[in-house]
């Protein structure tokens, strides 16, 4: 079992940065590959970024490659997501997700297949 407490969530103006953070229980962190994904009301959830499990390959959305940046901390249990130039579409709740089986890219991208969800986290960002 891994549970999931994002944090850091909040208002900003567009153009501004807020970093998000996901910590996880357990001593297995290293083991899951880390997802962030997030759902605007009346919308769909989607992919947003992904880590792999030694940190040495991310992938990112489209809408979000070159202004957020994924990153992890197996040491301390941690991902996070640093989000630049947010943008009033960026309004979201933020979730973070763990996968323990998956690798590759189109798979990972692929929030159904993930093992284990944290709460979320609300961004919202004014124009």
């Known amino acids: 079992q891994v549970q999931l407490v994002e944090s850091g969530g909040g208002l900003v103006q567009a153009g501004g940065s807020l970093r998000l953070s996901c910590a996880a229980s357990?001593?297995?962190?290293?083991?899951?590959?880390m997802g962030w994904f997030r759902q605007a009301p009346g919308k769909e959830r989607e992919f947003v970024a992904t880590?792999?499990?030694?940190?040495?390959?991310?992938y990112y959305a489209d809408a979000v490659k070159g202004r957020f940046t994924i990153s992890r901390d197996n040491a301390k249990n941690t991902v996070s997501l640093q989000m630049n130039s947010l943008k009033p579409e960026d309004t979201a709740i933020y979730y973070c997700?763990?996968?323990?089986?998956?690798?590759?890219?189109?798979?990972?991208?692929?929030?159904?297949?993930?093992?284990?969800w944290g709460q979320g986290t609300q961004v919202t960002v004014s124009s």
């Open positions: 357990g001593r297995t962190f290293s083991s899951y590959a």
């Open positions: 880590i792999s499990r030694s940190a040495t390959t991310t």
């Open positions: 997700a763990a996968a323990r089986n998956l690798i590759t890219e189109v798979t990972l991208r692929r929030g159904s297949l993930y093992d284990y």
